[in-house]
């Protein structure tokens, strides 16, 4: 096994466990190849989307952005990789967008596989959420009530956002649940997934927390939770853009808040992990 143009350390990490040596790759917008030498392999693969942009709020403050919905995810559990080259292509986080929904995060590609980005959050005016690897949240203009993104896109792990009430955004999907519907309070983002590489190295855990929706945001009340590396949503009367989706998490960014013409947060990169077994490796 050879690995092509990527730098260990800085485009992937190596990590193991008792059964796997795990190849984590990060390094969004570069092309990179992968080699397999001599014979073909077994391995347990996890392909992750980068997160969708939580939507803006207004200048008027009852205007608020949903939370961006997370990149979608696809695992392949004993995934044979053949003799030869195959490609990884990472996808960026969604960036954020000033009185409008929050664009959708970048696609992750491994071997032919394609892990969508995840919806951005529907905008200030009511905007529905933009569907991806998982949807992103409703927008709410007062009255209007933007719906929520759908979820799923190219058969991905990936479930919808949740639709606007009055006052209140709705929360980004995530790929272990649908965004909660808002309810006297924004809605937080949907639930991700635990995946382990073994041990930490550099900026990763050894248990890694992904793929989880950013939380809405709303005119009133305590600001919509994302957890599994999604945003939460400003808090309201800070004057502060909302928290982005974490990095390689492919987590969603929160909704911009309602009192302020504020971006939402910016969308968490995807991720490629592969673990090869011990005994292929030879440790």
């Known amino acids: 096994m050879t690995i092509g143009n990527a730098i260990l350390g800085t485009d992937y990490y190596t990590s193991q466990d008792a059964t796997y040596v795990y190849y984590t790759f990060v390094t969004t917008g570069k092309s990179m190849t992968l080699t397999i030498l001599n014979k073909s392999v077994v391995t347990n693969v996890l392909i992750l989307g980068g997160g969708g942009a939580g939507g803006a709020s207004g200048a008027d403050g009852y205007y608020s952005g949903g939370g961006g919905g997370a990149g979608g995810m696809i695992l392949l559990p004993t995934y044979n990789l053949s003799v030869g080259d195959h490609s990884i292509f990472i996808g960026a986080g969604g960036t954020a967008v000033a009185n409008n929904n929050g664009n959708n995060g970048q696609n992750t590609l491994f071997d032919g596989n394609t892990a969508y980005g995840g919806g951005g ?9 933009l569907s991806g690897g998982c949807g992103g949240g409703g927008g709410n203009g007062r009255s209007v009530n933007g719906l929520g993104g759908t979820g799923g896109t190219g058969g991905n792990t990936g479930f919808s956002g949740s639709t606007a009430v009055q006052y209140y955004s709705g929360g980004g999907g995530g790929v272990g649940g649908a965004g909660v519907a808002p309810s006297g309070k924004a809605g937080n983002g949907g639930t991700g997934y635990s995946w382990s590489i073994g041990s930490a190295v ?31 949503a400003a808090n309201l009367g800070n ?15 929160g909704g911009g808040q309602g009192n302020y013409t504020k971006y939402g947060g910016q969308g968490g990169s995807g991720l490629v992990s592969i673990g090869f077994l011990r005994t292929d490796l030879g440790v």
């Open 202 to 232: 550099g900026p990763l855990t050894a248990i890694m927390n992904i793929g989880g929706g950013g939380g809405g945001s709303g005119s009133f009340g305590p600001p919509g939770v994302g957890t599994y590396g999604g945003g939460t």
């Open 239 to 253: 004057n502060a853009s909302s928290n982005p989706g974490a990095p390689y998490t492919g987590g969603g960014g």
């Open 121 to 129: 959050g529907g905008g200030n005016a009511g905007n529905d959420g």
